[in-house]
């Protein structure tokens, strides 16, 4: 029997998540409507161009997800999940310091490291674990209750796991344990009819509203599922015409003539859904929670370390700038108007390739810039496949309406990259070393084929 792979099991789980996550959220089912809308428009405007950062088949189903998770225990249960479908955790993301409001989180995203794998299905998955010891936010006490609480569920069942341990042995699962994976990993997210205890919610909801939306439950869901517009200002306005609250702001850099970089992103408000309670008396109650929306995200160029700073210090100066058309004037101060000054100065990230039936005489010679400006070689921008922690303090904080509380005369719970490393039993990828590997394989590719030695 045909063995179904990992890039299968990846792009069948998105379809799979997407018709779950619009059965339960049905704005988030026009979000798509409205996001495939703009990128037809695009794509019918742009032509080819529409597609440099990826094909129009690529962005259709590009989606990510976000999910949270309460203990490390879980989060390494997530990420064997995530390996069968060849996803692998890139990133870390302290978002306990990156947001003004309290959002007790680290985080790391799962995601296709190689470029045919993204270009096959780029599926992705912001995943955060609650810093339950971290004194910041928790007392001892409702630390100590709070760990009782979360080592008590079981989020996965053992027998989605011990598939997803054999899809990774063995490259794959036949069906029908292929669908029963899916089935079982998909039920994982779905929402939970069952009562909440009302007391314990709103405690933890005094902290956080996130605290209380993992660690308030025992099981955990969907928290919201991305599609990739290739024009987010004309989804945000087609959003609002169609009288669907918005959160204020896009997210990111502002619009502006020169290249796209990074992220920019938004989001409808979070929608009031049904939930049942249980009270101290032990009644059950219908009433509702508003946790759960519809983020939307445009794409841009990846950035080098020295881009990222640049992107960075721009972020700054246009926070707290209040027209649209001053931030995109001050975000011209900061980055260069055309791709070919983004390579030159060495901020974004490019591959290139060699130009072999070039019309000329001369020989090709001389460094990369050379190449490039002679027309030896011709460079594609990369798309950046990553977040960006001030972006996502920012989707967390709109989303919240109570700033919660945190003691910052505490000292934080020292959870960095190294203990998240540890956690997940697996390597940590670091974004900017897959970018600049990825330019740098080009380019031996490409030297290569122009007949010129290998740079050291
Ligand atoms: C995750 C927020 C971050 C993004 O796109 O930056 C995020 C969450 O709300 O759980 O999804
Ligand atoms: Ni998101």
């Given at each position: 029997?045909?063995?179904?792979?990992?890039?299968?099991?990846?792009?069948?789980?998105?379809?799979?998540?997407?018709?779950?996550?619009?059965?339960?959220?049905?704005?988030?089912?026009?979000?798509?409507?409205?996001?495939?809308?703009?990128?037809?428009?695009?794509?019918?405007?742009?032509?080819?161009?529409?597609?440099?950062?990826?094909?129009?088949?690529?962005?259709t189903?590009?989606?990510?997800?976000?999910?949270?998770?309460?203990?490390?225990?879980?989060l390494?249960?997530?990420?064997r999940?995530?390996?069968?479908?060849?996803?692998?955790?890139?990133?870390?993301?302290?978002?306990?310091?990156?947001?003004?409001?309290?959002?007790?989180?680290?985080?790391?995203?799962?995601?296709?490291?190689?470029?045919?794998?993204?270009?096959a299905?780029?599926?992705?998955?912001?995943?955060?674990?609650?810093?339950?010891?971290?004194?910041?936010f928790f007392?001892?006490?409702?630390?100590?209750?709070?760990?009782?609480?979360?080592?008590?569920?079981?989020?996965f069942?053992?027998?989605?796991?011990?598939?997803?341990?054999?899809?990774?042995?063995?490259?794959?699962?036949?069906?029908?344990?292929?669908?029963?994976?899916?089935?079982?990993?998909?039920?994982?997210?779905?929402?939970?009819?069952?009562?909440?205890?009302?007391?314990?919610?709103?405690?933890?909801e005094?902290?956080?509203?996130?605290?209380?939306?993992?660690?308030?439950?025992?099981?955990?869901?969907?928290?919201?599922?991305?599609p990739?517009?290739?024009d987010?200002?004309?989804?945000?306005?087609?959003?609002?015409?169609?009288?669907?609250?918005m959160?204020?702001?896009?997210?990111?850099?502002?619009?502006?003539?020169?290249?796209?970089?990074?992220?920019?992103?938004?989001?409808?408000?979070a929608?009031?859904?049904?939930?049942?309670?249980?009270?101290?008396?032990?009644?059950?109650?219908?009433?509702?929670?508003?946790?759960?929306?519809?983020e939307?995200?445009?794409r841009?160029?990846?950035?080098?370390?020295?881009?990222?700073?640049?992107?960075?210090?721009?972020?700054?100066?246009?926070?707290?700038?209040?027209?649209?058309?001053?931030?995109?004037?001050?975000?011209?101060?900061?980055?260069?108007?055309?791709?070919?000054e983004?390579?030159a100065?060495?901020?974004?990230?490019?591959?290139?390739?060699?130009?072999?039936?070039?019309?000329g005489?001369?020989?090709?010679?001389?460094?990369?810039?050379?190449?490039?400006?002679?027309?030896?070689?011709?460079?594609?921008?990369?798309?950046?496949?990553?977040?960006?922690?001030?972006?996502?303090?920012?989707?967390?904080?709109?989303?919240?309406?109570d700033?919660?509380?945190?003691?910052?005369?505490?000292?934080?719970?020292?959870?960095?990259?190294?203990?998240?490393?540890?956690v997940?039993?697996?390597?940590?990828?670091?974004?900017f070393?897959?970018?600049?590997?990825?330019?740098?394989?080009?380019?031996?590719?490409?030297?290569?084929?122009?007949?010129?030695?290998?740079?050291c």
């Amino acid at each position: 029997m045909a063995t179904v792979g990992p890039t299968a099991l990846r792009a069948r789980f998105a379809t799979t998540l997407s018709e779950l996550y619009g059965r339960e959220v049905p704005a988030y089912r026009t979000l798509v409507e409205v996001a495939h809308q703009v990128n037809a428009d695009v794509a019918a405007r742009a032509g080819a161009d529409a597609e440099r950062l990826g094909s129009l088949d690529r962005v259709t189903a590009e989606r990510h997800g976000a999910i949270r998770v309460g203990t490390p225990a879980e989060l390494a249960q997530v990420a064997r999940v995530f390996a069968a479908m060849g996803m692998h955790p890139t990133g870390y993301y302290d978002l306990r310091d990156a947001a003004a409001s309290s959002v007790p989180v680290v985080s790391t995203a799962f995601r296709p490291l190689d470029a045919d794998e993204l270009a096959a299905n780029p599926f992705r998955v912001f995943t955060s674990v609650l810093a339950a010891t971290d004194r910041r936010f928790f007392s001892a006490d409702l630390s100590a209750r709070l760990q009782t609480f979360l080592a008590r569920r079981r989020l996965f069942p053992g027998g989605l796991l011990a598939l997803a341990d054999r899809a990774v042995a063995d490259g794959g699962l036949a069906d029908p344990d292929a669908a029963t994976f899916l089935r079982l990993a998909a039920a994982s997210f779905a929402l939970s009819s069952e009562p909440i205890d009302r007391a314990w919610y709103r405690e933890l909801e005094q902290v956080s509203a996130v605290a209380a939306d993992i660690g308030g439950v025992t099981s955990t869901h969907v928290n919201h599922l991305t599609p990739r517009v290739l024009d987010i200002d004309a989804l945000y306005a087609a959003m609002s015409a169609r009288g669907i609250a918005m959160i204020d702001a896009i997210q990111g850099p502002p619009r502006w003539a020169g290249p796209d970089v990074l992220l920019r992103q938004t989001s409808f408000r979070a929608l009031a859904e049904p939930r049942r309670f249980v009270d101290a008396d032990g009644s059950v109650v219908e009433g509702s929670l508003r946790v759960r929306f519809g983020e939307v995200e445009a794409r841009g160029i990846a950035l080098t370390r020295a881009g990222r700073a640049r992107y960075d210090a721009a972020m700054s100066a246009i926070e707290g700038l209040d027209g649209a058309s001053d931030a995109a004037a001050v975000w011209a101060q900061h980055f260069p108007a055309t791709e070919a000054e983004l390579w030159a100065d060495e901020l974004g990230i490019y591959t290139v390739t060699a130009v072999t039936d070039r019309a000329g005489g001369a020989e090709p010679h001389g460094s990369t810039a050379d190449l490039l400006r002679d027309g030896w070689l011709r460079a594609d921008p990369v798309v950046y496949e990553d977040f960006l922690p001030r972006s996502a303090a920012g989707i967390f904080q709109s989303n919240l309406s109570d700033a919660g509380s945190k003691d910052t005369e505490e000292t934080g719970a020292a959870l960095d990259a190294d203990w998240l490393e540890g956690v997940l039993d697996r390597p940590l990828h670091d974004p900017f070393d897959i970018y600049a590997a990825q330019h740098r394989e080009s380019l031996v590719v490409a030297r290569r084929q122009l007949g010129l030695p290998t740079l050291c």
